[in-house]
């Protein structure tokens, strides 16, 4: 191995600083040998960090400082999870000759690497005995010819995944479909303050959430009678909520009144910034009170500092004997037909405004129905007939002209004038 030393170090990557795309390249052929070149140079890079990285690990100098090796990446700048799959990839090396050889020259990107590390771990936890030295060479091979022919990192993974639930039907393991070991759940907030979920499941839990998934995100007519506009993928959101909602309720019917959320809402005092969630940060004027319809609120006031000046009380609103009421009245959610296990009750004038907390100021929607409320025009006021009507945007009906709540939807105006 040469020993190169910083300065060397620097004056390399000052070269590589100074080389730019090629000016007088009409057919983008030497674009191309450029980029090619750059792919090596990365993938070499990307194993020359996983070589430092393990040995920073053999020197024991995140150990001395009381942290880890990522945590130490993390904080030279290396993204989250880069360092993950660094570290991952390091405590790999000298078991993977073959791949190390490729990577070293930049055949293999760091994500390549990777997946036929975690693959062979997979093919590991599958069997049921400690794989021998030629099995393990045999599975190096096999994932490696995969990754040269052009397979990507899922496709590697899918394959190792396959070998090991060979080898735990063969040898009486456990099927990667079963082994709760790799069950995981993680979530992050994006910068637009909407939350990543990502997980991987056992097949009988994940089984359990289509099913439960499915059965709440059938398509259903707007109240216009045209078809849902929602896609799949937004159908299946809405249900994730359903189904929270749902668990903080629970299943016995003497909870059918207890709220839906237990929501902290910080006010600024200077009223300069928004309200903010303390999960997810700050929230506009309309998704608070959409928050607040069916759930316990607590508002706190805070000065510049985030000092609280003033705790707000909790407030339930809608309980068990006026859900109940209003069940019985709207018997779904009043927009969309949506069962009433699906919904939530809302304030038709909200309490905020002074709105009362009794059946003529209530009415169910579901949580999409009540996005919609709050946030894309709709309307909705109580009847003389004591029933909730919907007025419709102007873009969805120009003349805005009342609808009656989906239970009743067969009614018009002038069954009712009449």
């Known amino acids: 191995m040469i020993d190169t030393d910083t300065a060397s170090l620097d004056a390399i990557l000052d070269r590589l600083v100074e080389i730019t795309p090629p000016v ?17 140079i990365r993938n070499v890079a ?13 020197l024991g100098v995140a150990d001395k400082a009381g942290s ?44 390549v690497v990777d997946a036929i590390v975690r693959g062979i771990t997979t093919i590991e936890k599958r ?14 091979t096999e994932l490696l010819t ?43 907030l994006t910068d637009d303050s909407r ?43 809405d249900a994730l909520e359903v189904l929270l909602d749902q668990a903080a309720v629970g299943a016995a019917m003497d909870t059918i009144g207890t709220p839906r959320t237990q929501t902290l809402l910080t006010i600024p005092a200077d009223g300069g910034d928004p309200a903010f969630l303390p ?8 998704t608070a009170k959409r928050l607040s319809c069916d759930g316990t609120l607590t508002e706190i006031i805070v000065d510049g500092e985030t000092v609280p000046l003033q705790m707000g009380r909790e407030r339930r609103l809608f309980p068990a004997h006026l859900r109940k009421a209003i069940i019985l009245r709207d018997e ?43 946030h894309h025009g709709w309307e909705i006021l109580m009847g003389f007939d004591r029933h909730p009507w919907l007025i419709p945007p102007a873009d969805v009906d120009p003349q805005r002209r009342p609808l009656p709540a989906y239970n009743r939807r067969t009614m018009r105006l002038d069954d009712i004038a009449a």
């Open 127 to 140: 069997s049921p005995t400690q794989l021998s030295d030629d099995d393990h060479d045999i599975y190096e």
């Open 279 to 286: 999960w997810t940060g700050s929230v506009t004027q309309a």
């Open 68 to 111: 880890t090796t990522k945590k130490l990446l993390i904080e030279m700048g290396f993204p989250p999870a880069a360092a993950t799959r660094t570290t991952r990839i390091a405590d790999a090396l000298g078991t993977l000759s073959k791949v190390e050889a490729c990577a070293a020259d930049g055949r293999l990107s760091a994500e």
């Open 24 to 40: 007088d390249d009409s057919t983008g052929r030497t674009t191309c040998a450029q980029l090619e070149f750059w792919r090596l």
């Open 146 to 188: 995969q990754a040269l022919s052009g397979a990507a990192p899922t496709d590697i993974q899918k394959h190792a995944q396959t070998i090991g639930n060979t080898n735990a039907d063969d040898q009486g393991g456990i099927p990667a479909s079963d082994d709760r070991t790799l069950d995981t759940l993680s979530h992050h």
């Open 332 to 374: 779904s959610c009043i927009k969309c037909g949506a069962p009433h296990s699906h919904t939530q009750v809302h304030h038709i004038e909200h309490w905020s405004d002074e709105g009362d907390t009794d059946l003529d100021n209530g009415c169910l929607l579901c949580q999409r129905c009540h996005t919609q409320v709050h």
């Open 46 to 58: 990307d194993h020359q960090i996983a070589t430092h990285a393990a040995q920073l690990d053999d």
């Open 195 to 237: 939350i990543d979920i990502r997980a991987s499941v056992t097949q009988a839990v994940g089984e359990k959430f289509i099913a439960m998934i499915d059965e709440r995100s059938m398509p259903r007519p707007e109240p216009d009678g045209a078809d849902d506009r929602r896609s799949a993928e937004q159908r299946r959101a």
